[in-house]
């Protein structure tokens, strides 16, 4: 038997009763399953997301934990490592909650079994495993049997079975499982239940009606009867599990970012990049008002340059592994049809002109086009390709070594792709492929569609060409219409500011309720269906705006302590007479510092700055997210601060309403009429700003209110920031108030 390891994970107050072990289950898995070069970060990482988990020896207790990915990054092995290691550390029952439709069920199962060995004969029999099972006398009476041996203790550790049950995500199956638990018992049972593609269909779509959603139901009835257990959610897209109400259940309170190996290729590659990329005209991309009566000359590129590849696959490996293309029009199914017929009549019609005489001229010209297609390939692929003529060779081969096949539900359940048939598989298909769908070694994506209603989690779901393709990377074209491309280059900046700020808190001892939702999103996106949101977010943008407080008259401990900022700040600064008209009055006369870098000026002031309105933090949130951003592009970016009106005494006035907001805080335009010369003396606070360069502006007032017809000072020497973001620092962003 193997040596047991202890690995204890430090989590404030769990740590030291929530130790976590590698044993006998963990190691065989780490060895088999997982390559070399990535043993540590998913030992490490599985470690880490159990020891945050309730802890096997207590009585009873929940945890709700998250697990975040990338598409295709490798989630289905991390919770294979939790699995295994769940055994070996006494949690004695685990549900995967693994997808909404059987291919995907079976797909998680089958890799369930092999990569666990549940059906190698020679091993010992540690795992009892069912799949959608029911409530019969037969099923009970086989866990009864296990959870007895883990509580008489007369069995050593090594002998005794955990129970694994796959599940779809179907609230008619789940309700089967609840009642089949229920009358098991589980008291005193250590649970452990991963929930794979957790932002689908678990979360409660009818939060909005103050009514639960049928699966949330289901979900939530299901960990009623576990009294001691830790539900994991894993997901590439956790925008809606962090955004959905903090007293849900099913809001997660710890993180664990999990890293994909070496040899995994994602957005910021695909992106960052465009080497990869090619754009689908507008009269390509089928709309209401633009109908294709025919295959678009993209779509037939597209499967030269697959086949191309297959070609080169098929002499340089002999056609082991897959290479794969995948046509993803829509979700409707009868362009799926449309879109089949023409990749299928393609293939039967240059089959035909391919086995005409080499000299017969249409033959010429479909080897002149595959060339075309080849000096593209070439580019990326390199030497990996022989020359062109040798290439030409093997086009016939590689079509009769192509299979193609429409996937989507219609007329029945999704087909499974025999993957060991042929080396080529070309699949058409739209919702069927958009989460969770493995597609092997896909090189060829094909997606004339846009982005939809623009909710990020979606689109980034459409991502299927994302993965574990490095060694073959050469070989790879995403063909997308350029909305969608901006879409997906606006989401690559949204999921690393997201994946970066999740980092940065999951080292801490702190639940994930505490962690400030707020995040970098495109304005053109919505994070997520509003359906399972009970809490309003506000989106917006800077770009050649003013950002100021509206409610400038709050407390006095706040405006005390505001005084005491910017006052320690400018004490580090140097200051010099602002330009202007020598007939401009005291109040129109400000003083303006050199370059600031930045970065101190976040740090020593914007980021300490004190603001108490709620609407008004959202939107300084949402500011300084921009702030960071641009720091993150331009560590050396600098900025100018101004103090304005200096030396005025007495001070500028400004009133303010009951609720204490600034009617008007800049000063307008001298003079104001004739209209020919407004301004020429001084043109207005708003215009006391460098315009491609960020500028504060601190104000100091006296502020009034009106009582009795009389204005009243209210507060004295007010400080007040204003500040000019320039278009070219302009990005979208997400604040959710915590509720």
């Not at 060829?444 to 939809?452: A, E, I, L, Q, S």
């Amino acid at each position: 038997m193997q040596e047991t390891k202890t690995v204890t994970i430090g989590v404030g107050a769990l740590a030291g009763e929530n130790e976590m072990n590698i044993g006998p289950e963990g190691m065989d898995f780490l060895d088999r399953v997982v390559p070399s070069e990535s043993r540590d970060s998913v030992r490490d990482d599985a470690l880490a997301i159990l020891s945050r988990g309730t802890p096997p020896s207590a009585a009873n207790g929940s945890e709700t934990g998250l697990v975040v990915g990338y598409v295709q990054s490798g989630k289905t092995m991390s919770f294979e490592a939790v699995t295994a290691l769940a055994r070996d550390n006494q949690i004695q029952v685990v549900i995967v909650v693994a997808g909404t439709s059987n291919p995907l069920l079976g797909q998680s199962t089958d890799r369930l079994r092999r990569d666990l060995q549940l059906d190698d004969p020679s091993r010992a029999r540690r795992w009892l495993q069912f799949t959608n099972p029911n409530d019969d006398d037969a099923t009970r009476q086989r866990i009864k049997n296990v959870l007895e041996e883990w509580r008489e203790g007369d069995i050593p550790p090594e002998g005794r079975k955990t129970v694994l049950i796959t599940v779809l995500k179907n609230f008619r199956r789940l309700a089967y499982l609840t009642e089949l638990l229920e009358k098991v018992g589980m008291a005193g049972v250590p649970t452990l239940i991963i929930d794979d593609e957790a932002d689908q269909a678990s979360l409660n779509t009818a939060v909005t009606k103050a009514s639960e959603s049928s699966t949330y139901s289901a979900v939530m009835s299901l960990r009623a009867v576990l009294p001691n257990h830790t539900y994991l959610q894993y997901t590439a897209t956790p925008q809606a599990p962090l955004l959905i109400s903090l007293i849900d259940s099913l809001s997660p309170t710890f993180v664990r970012v999990i890293e994909p190996g070496s040899a995994y290729v994602g957005g910021r590659e695909f992106f960052d990049d465009r080497r990869y990329i090619r754009v689908i005209p507008p009269q390509d991309v089928p709309t209401k008002t633009n109908q294709l009566t025919g295959p678009p000359e993209s779509l037939l590129q597209a499967l030269r340059v697959f086949l191309l590849g297959v070609a080169a696959g098929l002499q340089k490996s002999s056609g082991t592994g897959n290479r794969s293309m995948l046509v993803h029009p829509s979700q409707l199914t009868m362009q799926h049809q449309e879109y089949f017929r023409w990749v299928r009549d393609a293939f039967e019609g240059w089959k035909r002109v391919l086995a005409l005489s080499e000299d017969d001229p249409d033959r010429l010209d479909l080897i002149e086009e595959f060339r075309a297609a080849y000096l593209d390939l070439k580019e990326t692929a390199g030497e990996a390709m022989e020359d062109f003529e040798q290439i030409a060779k093997t086009l016939r081969r590689a079509m009769r070594e192509t299979s193609y096949e429409q996937v989507n539900s219609k007329g029945g359940q999704t087909p499974k792709i025999a993957w060991g048939h042929t080396y080529g598989w070309i699949l058409v298909g739209g919702q069927a492929m958009d989460r969770g769908f493995t597609v092997e070694g896909l090189t060829v994506t094909y997606m004339p569609r846009g982005k939809g209603v623009g909710h990020a989690d979606t689109v980034q779901q459409r991502a299927r060409f994302f993965g574990y393709k490095r060694p073959y990377l050469g070989f790879c074209r995403v063909y997308l219409e350029q909305g969608t491309i901006d879409v997906f280059d606006a989401y690559v900046v949204h999921e690393e500011d997201v994946r970066g700020q999740l980092k940065d808190f999951q080292g801490r001892d702190r639940s994930l309720k505490e962690w400030k939702r707020a995040f970098i999103l495109d304005k053109s996106l919505k994070p997520c269906r509003q359906s399972v949101l009970a809490l309003p977010y506000m989106q917006g943008e800077f770009s050649n705006k003013w950002v100021a407080p509206s409610v400038v008259n709050v407390s006095e401990a706040v405006l005390a302590e505001n005084r005491n900022i910017i006052d320690a700040f400018t004490a580090t600064i140097s200051f010099a007479d602002m330009d202007g008209d020598p007939k401009r009055t005291v109040a129109m006369r400000h003083k303006v510092s050199g370059e600031v870098p930045l970065s101190v000026a976040l740090e020593g002031l914007l980021s300490r700055y004190m603001i108490v309105n709620s609407m008004d933090s959202q939107e300084y949130t949402g500011f300084l997210l921009q702030l960071v951003t641009a720091l993150e592009k331009n560590p050396d970016e600098t900025c100018r601060i101004v103090l304005m009106s200096a030396d005025a005494s007495p001070r500028r006035s400004r009133t303010v309403n009951d609720d204490g907001e600034v009617s008007n805080l800049y000063q307008g335009a001298a003079p104001v009429s004739p209209p020919s010369q407004r301004g020429k003396v001084y043109p207005g606070d708003r215009e006391i700003r460098f315009d491609d360069q960020i500028t504060i502006q601190l104000h100091s007032l006296d502020l009034l209110q009106e009582n009795d017809g009389q204005d009243v000072t209210v507060a004295t020497d007010v400080r007040v920031i204003s500040t000019w973001v320039p278009a070219r620092m302009a990005e979208g962003w997400l604040v959710q108030p915590k509720g």
